[in-house]
T-cell receptor
Framework: AQTVTQSQPEMSVQEAETVTLSCTYD???????LFWYKQPPSRQMILVIR??????QNATENRFSVNFQKAAKSFSLKISDSQLGDTAMYFC???????????????FGGGTRLMVKP | DAMVIQNPRYQVTQFGKPVTLSCSQT?????MYWYQQKSSQAPKLLFH???????NEADTPDNFQSRRPNTSFCFLDIRSPGLGDAAMYLC????????????????FGPGTRLTVT
C-alpha cells in the first residue's frame, strides 16, 4: 500500500514571497502520478499541478512548480509570488494507474494548511 | 460551466436515521467517486463507479452504500449514521482513457458536510 506524508501541518508566508510545501511518499511502484490539490476554505478541491513519475523534468504551472526527487520519494511544491488567494489546505496525492477499465485511486497526505499574510 | 454539483451542502441527520447525499455532474465523465473527509484529515476513498460497475474499497463499512442510476447522478446512502460518520463527503469524477480522457485527473464537487446529532 502507498503512503503519503506531509510533515508540515501549517505554514504561513507573506504576500509576494515564496513558500515550499513538503511531501514524501512510499511506494514500490515505478509508474505512478503525483499531484498537489488545493482546497480553499469552504470551496471545492482543485488540481494545482501533476507530475508523471516517468518524467524527469519538474512540472511547472505558472507560479507553481514542483521538485520531484524520485529516488528520495520526495515531491515538494513551490509557490512563488504568493497571493492572498493561495490561502488554502494543500494536499499531496499519489495515484497508481489501475487497469484501463477501473477508476484510479488517489492516496492523499494529511494536508498542509497555508496562510498567506498581507 | 461544466461542473460537479453536490446537494445539499450541509445535512443534519439524527443518529440511526438513514440519509442520502447526492452528486451530479455535467462533465459526462464515466467514473464517479465518493470520498469521506473527517475534520483536519485527508480525504479517504469509500467507493467508485466505473460506468455502471460498482467498486467498493476493502475497508468501507457496510453502512455505506451507493447508487448510480445514470451517467450524471450518483448517490451516497448511509443506512444508519453514527456519530463517527460526521464528516465532509466529497464527490469526484474523472474520464477514463478508454472514454477519451487522460484518466488521471479527478474533478471534485464542493462537498456535503454531514452532522449527526
Amino acid at each position: 500500500a502507498q503512503t503519503v506524508t506531509q510533515s508540515q501541518p501549517e505554514m504561513s508566508v507573506q504576500e509576494a514571497e515564496t513558500v515550499t510545501l513538503s511531501c514524501t511518499y512510499d511506494t514500490s511502484e515505478s509508474n505512478y502520478y503525483l499531484f498537489w490539490y488545493k482546497q480553499p476554505p469552504s470551496r471545492q478541491m482543485i488540481l494545482v499541478i501533476r507530475q508523471e513519475a516517468y518524467k524527469q523534468q519538474n512540472a511547472t504551472e505558472n507560479r507553481f512548480s514542483v521538485n520531484f526527487q524520485k529516488a528520495a520519494k520526495s515531491f515538494s511544491l513551490k509557490i512563488s509570488d504568493s497571493q492572498l488567494g493561495d490561502t488554502a489546505m494543500y494536499f499531496c496525492a499519489f495515484m497508481k494507474p489501475r487497469a484501463a477499465n477501473a477508476g484510479n485511486m488517489l492516496t492523499f497526505g494529511g494536508g498542509t494548511r497555508l496562510m498567506v499574510k498581507p | 460551466d461544466a461542473m460537479v454539483i453536490q446537494n445539499p451542502r450541509y445535512q443534519v441527520t439524527q443518529f440511526g436515521k438513514p440519509v442520502t447525499l447526492s452528486c451530479s455532474q455535467t462533465l459526462n465523465h464515466n467514473v464517479m467517486y465518493w470520498y469521506q473527509q473527517k475534520s483536519s484529515q485527508a480525504p479517504k476513498l469509500l467507493f467508485h463507479y466505473y460506468d455502471k460497475d460498482f467498486n467498493n474499497e476493502a475497508d468501507t463499512p457496510d453502512n455505506f452504500q451507493s447508487r448510480r442510476p445514470n451517467t450524471s447522478f450518483c448517490f451516497l446512502d448511509i443506512r444508519s449514521p453514527g456519530l463517527g460518520d460526521a464528516a465532509m463527503y466529497l464527490c469526484a469524477t474523472s474520464r477514463d482513457k478508454l472514454a477519451g480522457g487522460p484518466g488521471y485527473e479527478q474533478y471534485f464537487g464542493p462537498g456535503t458536510r454531514l452532522t449527526v446529532t
